[in-house]
Each structure stands twice: as C-alpha cells, then as structure tokens.
C-alpha cells in the first residue's frame, strides 16, 4: 500500500495551495483561512468573533453575513477539502480494490491537510476536554467520510452507510493522531496506521455486512411464512 501512497504523493504536490492573501481572496476565504491559522495557535474555545474578523480584515458583520459561528467555519473548511478531494480523484485507481482505492483517497485528504497540522493538533487535542465539542467533531467527520466512501466506489447510502461512515469518521481520527506526531518526510507511522486501521475497518464491515443479513432473512422468513399461511387458508376454503 506504501507504493500507492508514494505515487499520489508524487502526483499531486501541486494541488496543494496556500491561503489567499487579504488583496486576492474572497472574504469568505479569508475568513476561513484566517480561522484556520488561528487554530493553529489557539485552542478553539479561545477564538473569539472579533479576533477573527480581524485577523481576516473584515467587519463583524460581514463576518455575520458570511459565518454564524467559529465551528460553520471549520465547517465550511471541512467542506472545503471534500470539494478537492473529490476533484482530484485519481482515475489510475479504478481498478484497484475498493480498500485500495480508499486508503488512496484518505493519503490525499492527509497530504491537503499538511498545511494545518497545528490545527488538527489543536482540534483533537481540545476535543478530548470538551464532549459538545467533539459529537459536532464527529457530524461533520461523518458527513465528510460518506462522501470518502463514495469517492472509494463504497456504499454509503442508507443505515449501513451510515454506520459504515460513523467507523470510518473513527478510523480516520486514529491516524490522524499518529500523523500530527508523524514528522518523517515519508509518513511511514502515519501510512503504517492507515493500513491497520483499514484491516481492522475491512473485518468490521464484513461483520456489519453479517449482521444486516439478519434481518433481511427474518424478513424473508417471516413472508415465505405468510405465504404459507395463506396459501393453507386457501387450500381449507376450498376443500369445504
């Protein structure tokens, strides 16, 4: 798996991008960005609105306008990154196993997050003391790993994709607290994580694969019975 790691690394330097600077970018963008670097040296729960506008040279109101709290923003990064993730999906991956194509897609969403390491950092680390903070951690990880899922080729649509997502969002923040201490130019903690982690996830979701087929054979029980039933009631009607 390492050998596909190094490939994407090697083909996609290029996408990644620093921040817009004030006189280029969007407001919104800059609001992002400037949320993101203060991130990276503040504990979130230290970010004020006004600390944000400024940095982002813009007013509290455009800030209102764009953002109606520090976490829409980190939201609206998350978002952010999917977009890119999705965009960049490598076509030489197709006909690679779907496990394969997934530990592709999350080296990438990796290599784009290498510019907000100290964030990341930060975010895990604040998450641990604070539970409100973490479970709205946890719904846009969720939300983010269904569309990894679907960029990988794997079912996330209904309640098995859900859960499927859940495991994953889980997955994806174990290596990432490896890859925040991960300060070898080749990643090899970080990829050796990856590729445990997706073994474990791989005996999970047969196992959750084993469990939905319950249910889907009592359903099929339970109709071949009616139909059993039915068809006795109308084998006595007509032998009166």
Do not use: Y
């Amino acid at each position: 798996m390492a050998r596909k790691a190094t490939r994407s690394k090697a083909r996609r330097p290029a996408s990644q991008t620093k921040p817009q600077t004030k006189s280029t970018a969007a407001p919104r963008d800059r609001i992002v960005a400037a949320f993101m670097a203060m991130l990276g040296e503040l504990p979130i729960e230290r970010i004020g609105l006004a600390e944000i506008a400024d940095r982002a040279g813009v007013s509290l109101a455009d800030l209102r306008g764009e953002f109606a709290s520090p976490l829409a923003i980190l939201a609206a990064h998350v978002k952010a990154l999917d977009r890119q993730v999705l965009a960049e999906i490598d076509p030489d991956m197709e006909d690679e196993s779907s496990r394969e194509r997934l530990f592709d897609v999350l080296m990438h969403r990796i290599e784009l997050l290498s510019a907000h390491k100290e964030a990341v950092r930060s975010l895990l680390r604040s998450a641990r003391f604070d539970p409100p903070l973490a479970l709205a951690l946890n719904v846009m990880a969720v939300r983010s790993q269904q569309w990894m899922l679907t960029a990988a080729g794997i079912d996330a649509s209904g309640p098995k994709g859900m859960v499927r997502a859940q495991g994953l969002a889980v997955l994806f923040a174990n290596v990432l607290r490896t890859w925040v201490d991960d300060d070898e130019p080749g990643l090899a903690r970080t990829l050796a994580t990856l590729d445990r982690e997706l073994a474990r996830g791989q005996r999970f979701a047969g196992l959750l694969d084993e469990l939905f087929r319950i249910p889907e054979a009592l359903c099929a029980l339970r109709n071949r019975a009616r139909g059993t039933t039915r068809r006795r009631r109308r084998e006595g009607r007509a032998a009166t």
